[in-house]
């Protein structure tokens, strides 16, 4: 968490003149001339490129990985019961590939993530590997990431990342599908003729904020070799002996998630869920945490969460206006998690004042400030964007855009589902 660290004069800080993004973005981001950023510019890309011929590039690509006699797999797909995964499953099947699905059991899962991961094995008919980690190693992984890096979250991120690629090491499948690249889709890091594919190094820096598995072992700490040697990537005489690709579909489709999960939706039965803390009703439905007590502390280290990347998103794709955007981060940003309860139960943390007392450990005091034990006013970097134009239609506009399938009920005797069949 460096940025806590260091005081931001806040007069540098620069926002993009078209998406609500910074250039605090732990991602990394640019701006051009115009003050439009990195991100912005190459999502025009997607208005410009032959997406015929990204179409067909992709099949040329993907043509030497097809079993001959239709007995192997060609490939496999990382899939979860949210997010991209129906659609991403719909593509590889238009391709004509025979996949192996992969998912990682993250533990934190909602009845609608276990249907939805259900029903796409039903309506897709292909095979699925599961990986169950041992729940008390992941406990103990949690509470440590939790404690030292303010990210109870890195089981999962890091689990979800690696297990594909150990699958297609250990069954000898040199592809693998994934949806679309994080670091295109929000700040631009790569244009789409770049065609980036899947890297040891980016999982490292991005995805597990700079923490591979093996650095987590230390005197100081109680984790020990068997809890993560299941988080290990393989090595690269491993992948380069198999030759282990990763593809970004995203690269050669015109990526729009809400356009996508309402075709799937029709299609396929995908069910969606409202959240406390965003408009979207379609990310992450799969999990407890990611846009509940996860996305609260990506607000209390970063100055902004998940919402913000909603409302760039929708924004870029001429939906909402920058000024609606911005009335929806702070109409969302700041509601509390509603799920804390079942998290404090899992981690076997004594209770809410345990979990105020991590969860405060964590907040920027560039955004944050302490008036009084558990009291903090937030000053964020929504509060520093200004807008004066009347957004009364707003509302209308989301509930016509995001019709929700369903909705997680609060009741007291919630749990996560460990385990479940679904449907």
């Not at 025979?98 to 796409?120: E, H």
């Not at 897709?124 to 992941?138: A, K, R, T």
């Not at 597990?208 to 100081?220: H, R, V």
Request: proline content about 3%.
């Amino acid at each position: 968490m460096k940025l806590q660290n260091e005081i931001i004069d806040k007069k540098k800080i620069k926002f993009c003149k078209r998406c609500l993004y910074s250039n605090l973005h732990p991602l990394g981001i640019t701006f051009n001339n115009e003050g439009i950023c990195s991100g912005c510019e190459i999502h025009e890309e997607k208005d410009k490129l032959d997406w015929d011929f990204k179409w067909n590039k992709l099949k040329k690509i993907i043509h030497p990985y097809k079993s001959k006699l239709n007995k192997n797999y060609d490939c496999v797909v990382p899939v979860t019961g949210g997010q991209d995964s129906y659609y991403i499953v719909h593509l590889v099947k238009k391709l004509g590939l025979k996949p192996l699905l992969v998912t990682y059991n993250k533990y934190f899962n909602t009845k609608t993530g276990i249907d939805n991961l259900a029903n796409l094995r039903i309506q897709f008919d292909y095979d699925i590997l599961y990986q169950n980690i041992n729940p008390n190693s992941v406990k103990k992984i949690a509470r440590h990431t939790f404690m030292e890096e303010g990210n109870f979250y890195w089981p999962i991120l890091a689990g979800h990342t690696v297990f594909p690629v150990q699958i297609a090491s250990k069954y000898k499948i040199p592809l693998i599908i994934w949806g679309a690249h994080q670091g295109l889709e929000q700040v631009g890091m790569f244009s789409h003729n770049h065609e980036i594919e899947m890297t040891r190094r980016y999982r490292e820096d991005h995805d597990l904020f700079g923490l591979e598995a093996q650095s987590l072992i230390s005197i100081n700490n109680i984790l020990k070799e068997e809890d993560i040697f299941q988080y290990q990537y393989p090595s690269d005489s491993e992948i380069n002996s198999v030759g282990i690709r990763g593809i970004y579909l995203g690269n050669y489709v015109r990526w729009d998630p809400l356009n996508q999960h309402k075709e799937m939706v029709k299609k396929y039965k995908y069910k969606s869920i409202k959240f406390n803390r965003t408009f979207d009703i379609y990310d992450y439905v799969d999990c407890y945490n990611y846009m509940d007590l996860h996305d609260y502390l990506k607000l209390c280290k970063h100055g902004y969460s998940k919402v913000t990347d909603h409302a760039s998103r929708e924004i870029r794709h001429k939906r909402i206006t920058r000024d609606e955007g911005l009335y929806l981060v702070k109409k969302y940003e700041l509601n509390k998690p509603v799920y804390k309860e079942l998290f404090i139960e899992w981690l076997g943390l004594s209770g809410q004042k345990s979990l105020n007392y991590l969860i405060n450990r964590t907040k920027n005091k560039n955004f944050w400030t302490e008036n009084n034990i558990d009291n903090w006013k937030f000053k964020g970097l929504s509060s520093l964007i200004k807008t004066n134009k009347n957004v009364n239609n707003i509302e209308k506009k989301i509930g016509k855009l995001f019709k929700s399938t369903k909705s997680i009920q609060r009741v007291n005797k919630s749990k996560y589902i460990i385990f479940g069949k679904g449907l």
